[in-house]
């Protein structure tokens, strides 16, 4: 069994990959300055031209691309190539302001689907595989990614989409899925499922999940791992940047490992833009070095991460990025205090709940409320008020000392809370919708 989709990029020495992209670099701020006007215009704002940038070394040179700067360009103003020679959009879903559409030309969607391949090929893949891929088709870009990279890798593919779980499990059983590609709550929502129709681990032939688009902690890893029986792999990616595959992880399961023959990485202090040493912790921006149609340079991604090139067991010698650990944009300001919902999870995994919960934020008479609704398992349900009591004061008092503020803990009824078939909803801040 092939251990590496392209081994000679994926176990590539560091000296050979920073030429890769020193070249790789060169030519495609030249591209941009060309062929984007919106860029050009920000690089002559800073004072840059394309021949100021000879490596990688230079990169901090360059100005930085926001989403403000997606929407300031909306629809086509940082496309870098004639309409004629696209082929496909993806979008966001976009829930406030306008969508972020992505452009591709075929090489583009090539490369990705390529990227896509090797995520599969590291968590185990091969032609003999039966690869269900329940993420939303459509705009979104995890079904086509990963049906993409799945093709590729020669498996049979299962192109499902998201949604009527019933029929996604019998379709597992019938035709001996092996590996399943989904958002992790929608993978623990079909573990649920599974279990609920009296099927166990036994009945299905799945050994490996591949789950990312949203955050996602170690407990609910475990959790996913255990109902299913597989070993679940982590997977990022942005529409920004092509969709699923930027990065991917490995068999340690320590990180994804970046595809950086693709993409360039750096950690910056969001507040400063400052780019900060290696193993810093801070957001992740990214700079596409091989995108033809939509090549953003130095994008501001808001998830806030940490680079590490520690040896990796598997051979690869890509860089390698921890889970996100929040968005700069998605963190909570809570009574001054940053509270990142990953931390909420974590606390309820730790006392034995399903990530099944909601964050409420709101303000009362200027002061912020955190209220979290909290799913009791069916084992866990009690119809006596001391005993709901007792268990939400143990949460409370166990966030209290993970967050530093005091939440409201309100345990709801098994399956009162919606479950998810693409990316959960797990913060509704309501002083937004005031304001
Ligand atoms: O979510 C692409 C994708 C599809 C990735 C399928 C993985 C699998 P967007 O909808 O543009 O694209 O959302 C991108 O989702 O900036 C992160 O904040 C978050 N995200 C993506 N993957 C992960 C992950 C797709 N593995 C945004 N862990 C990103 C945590 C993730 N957050």
């Known amino acids: 069994m092939a251990k590496y989709w392209n081994e000679s990029i994926e176990c590539m020495s560091r000296e050979d990959m920073k030429k890769l992209q020193d070249e790789r670099l060169v030519a495609q701020v030249k591209h941009v300055w060309d062929n984007v006007p919106y860029y050009r215009k920000k690089m002559e704002e800073k004072g840059v031209t394309p021949e100021d940038i000879k490596s990688t070394a230079d990169l901090h040179k360059l100005p930085f691309l926001t989403k403000a700067d997606l929407r300031d360009a909306y629809p086509y103003g940082l496309l870098a190539k004639p309409l004629s020679d696209c082929v496909r959009i993806q979008s966001t879903s976009g829930t406030t302001g306008k969508r972020v559409v992505a452009f591709y030309t075929q090489h583009d969607i090539d490369l990705w689907e390529d990227c896509c391949a090797r995520a599969i090929v590291a968590a185990g893949g091969t032609n003999e595989d039966v690869c269900q891929v329940c993420y939303g088709y459509g705009l979104f870009t995890g079904g086509p990614g990963l049906n993409g990279g799945s093709h590729k890798v020669g498996c049979l593919t299962l192109p499902m989409s998201s949604g009527n779980t019933e029929r996604q499990i019998q379709f597992m059983i019938d035709l001996q899925s092996t590996i399943l590609c989904c958002t992790p709550s929608y993978a623990a929502y079909i573990g649920e499922t599974l279990h609920e129709m009296g099927y166990t681990t036994d009945d299905i032939k799945l050994k490996a999940g591949i789950f990312g688009a949203e955050p996602w902690t170690e407990e609910m890893r475990r959790e996913i791992e255990k109902s299913l029986g597989i070993k679940a792999y982590d997977i990022y990616g ?34 400063t833009g400052e780019v900060l040493p290696e193993g810093s912790k801070g957001e992740l921006v990214f700079t596409s070095i091989t995108k033809e149609a939509f090549p953003l340079l130095r994008y501001r991604t808001r998830d806030i991460c940490v680079l590490t090139r520690e040896k990796c067991s598997c051979g690869r010698t890509l860089v390698k990025m921890s889970k996100p650990l929040g968005r700069s944009d998605d963190m909570l300001i809570i009574r001054g205090v940053n509270v990142f919902p990953s931390q909420i999870e974590t606390v309820l995994i730790e006392h034995g709940y399903a990530p099944n919960y909601q964050i409420e934020v709101d303000r009362v008479n200027n002061t912020d409320t955190l209220d979290v609704n909290v799913e009791m398992t069916e084992a866990q349900f009690s119809d006596t008020i001391k005993d709901i009591q007792q268990k939400e004061q143990e949460l409370v008092e166990a966030m209290k000392t993970m967050l530093g503020i005091n939440p409201k803990v309100h345990l709801v009824s098994p399956k009162t809370i919606a479950r998810s078939e693409g990316k959960a909803v797990r913060v509704i801040d309501k002083r937004k919708l005031h304001d």
């Not at 529409?239 to 360039?264: A, K, L, R, W, Y």
Request: net charge negative.
């Open 238 to 271: 942005l529409t920004e940047t092509s969709g699923p595959g930027v990065s991917f992880e490995c068999s340690e399961q320590t990180g994804m490992h970046i595809n950086e023959d693709h993409f360039i990485a750096e950690i910056i202090d969001p507040d």
